[in-house]
């Protein structure tokens, strides 16, 4: 099969990649006795059983911006959060040559794939938070902070700055197919002034590691607790931050759940000084960055989803613009 790997179907672009995570399983010195996929979205997850009878959870980079030092940081602050922490974490493995990651070569992809393993999860899957999930998450957010504030990066590692609305990705917003000019304004205008919040706020600030990803997606209950997983897209930010990516994933239910996420981050630590325009900005952010992430990723599904989900955006980004509060919850803008 010669075709661009961008162009091929979900099932294609899944057995494309099978053979990535195999050699990438065997240079973690695993013996593995089955292998499935559990997630083919922005990176692809495979559940892998090895013949000792141990179960991984083995991700690769399909899509992700991380490099070595990236993920020689990532996996060295979740093993300190599970060693320091009572956050719930998974397990991260570590090659029989003491590397956190390995890089497999893969055409396919027209790069090196970049591969991490670490203990599976068990647990209940938190997709819709409850009141007292997010009450949980708020409180398992603001121990990350509190530990990420006392952490510094390994020798060799490093994160990314997350001090600009796409984080650094290439801005594809201008392309997007199907749009009006009136539509385009919107964007432009949302970009300009999460922009102008962004370079405000971060003026001067200390910045410490986040998830940045924190939404009922990468989260499991397990033994009655909230555990986190994939700090794939952890970076270097504002406390606020974190939480303005959260709200966003909430704001398309009960502001009960928001209002309980924001209460169980105050029972561990003080909330972060943010005015509310500034945060409905960050909130506001969290659009243009997942807009723009669907008009640049090579996953067949998401790649299916991007033109409609563009039109969503610029709806959900013009009611904030004229109202000044963001919401997920608008008249035919479900997606």
Same mark, same amino acid.
Request: no cysteine; glycine share 6%; net charge negative.
């Given at each position: &099969?010669?075709?661009?790997?961008?162009? $091929?179907?979900?099932?294609?672009?899944?057995? %494309?990649?099978?053979?990535?995570?195999? $050699? +990438?399983?065997?240079?973690?010195?695993?013996?593995?006795?089955? &292998?499935?996929? *559990?997630?083919?979205?922005?990176?692809?997850?495979?559940?892998?059983? +090895?013949?000792?009878?141990?179960?991984?959870?083995?991700?690769?980079?399909?899509?992700?911006?991380?490099?070595?030092?990236? +993920?020689?940081?990532?996996?060295?602050? *979740?093993?300190?959060?599970?060693?320091?922490?009572? *956050?719930? *974490?998974?397990?991260?493995?570590?090659?029989?040559?003491?590397?956190?990651?390995?890089?497999?070569?893969?055409?396919?992809?027209? $790069?090196?794939?970049?591969?991490?393993?670490?203990?599976?999860?068990?647990?209940?899957?938190?997709?819709?938070?409850?009141?007292?999930? %997010?009450?949980?998450?708020?409180?398992? &957010?603001?121990?990350?902070?509190?530990?990420?504030?006392?952490?510094?990066?390994?020798?060799?590692? +490093?994160?990314?700055?997350?001090?600009?609305?796409?984080?650094?990705?290439?801005?594809?917003?201008?392309?997007?197919?199907?749009?009006?000019?009136?539509? $385009?304004?919107?964007?432009?205008?949302?970009r300009a002034r999460t922009g102008e919040v962004f370079e405000r706020l971060h003026r001067g600030a200390r910045l410490r590691p986040l998830h940045a990803d924190l939404h009922g997606g990468n989260l499991k209950w397990r033994e009655g607790r909230l555990a986190v997983f994939d700090f794939d897209d952890a970076g270097l930010g504002l406390p606020a931050l974190d939480l303005a990516i959260s709200a966003f994933y909430l704001r398309a239910d009960d502001p009960v759940q928001e209002e309980s996420m924001i209460e169980g981050y105050a029972e561990v630590a003080p909330l972060p000084r943010i005015g509310p325009a500034d945060f409905e900005a960050l909130v506001a952010a969290r659009q243009l960055l997942l807009a723009n992430s669907l008009l640049v990723t090579t996953t067949a599904d998401l790649r299916a989803q991007a033109e409609d989900y563009t039109r969503v955006s610029v709806a959900r980004l013009r009611h904030w613009l004229a109202t000044g509060r963001f919401t997920r919850a608008l008249p035919d803008a479900s997606v």
């Open positions: &099969m010669d075709d661009r790997y961008d162009e $091929r179907s979900e099932a294609e672009q899944i057995d %494309a990649l099978r053979p990535i995570a195999l $050699r +990438a399983a065997d240079a973690f010195g695993l013996d593995v006795e089955r &292998m499935e996929v *559990v997630l083919h979205a922005y990176n692809t997850t495979f559940a892998v059983d +090895a013949a000792d009878g141990r179960r991984f959870a083995l991700r690769v980079g399909t899509n992700s911006h991380s490099t070595l030092a990236n +993920a020689l940081a990532q996996q060295a602050w *979740v093993r300190a959060i599970a060693e320091q922490t009572d *956050v719930v *974490v998974p397990v991260p493995l570590r090659t029989p040559d003491d590397r956190w990651a390995v890089e497999v070569d893969a055409p396919v992809l027209g $790069r090196a794939a970049l591969v991490t393993i670490a203990s599976w999860l068990d647990g209940d899957d938190a997709d819709a938070l409850t009141a007292d999930a %997010a009450r949980a998450l708020g409180r398992t &957010m603001a121990t990350l902070h509190a530990h990420a504030a006392g952490w510094s990066l390994p020798p060799g590692g +490093a994160l990314p700055r997350f001090d600009i609305p796409l984080f650094g990705d290439e801005d594809a917003l201008d392309r997007a197919p199907g749009l009006s000019a009136d539509d $385009r304004s919107v964007l432009t205008l949302a």
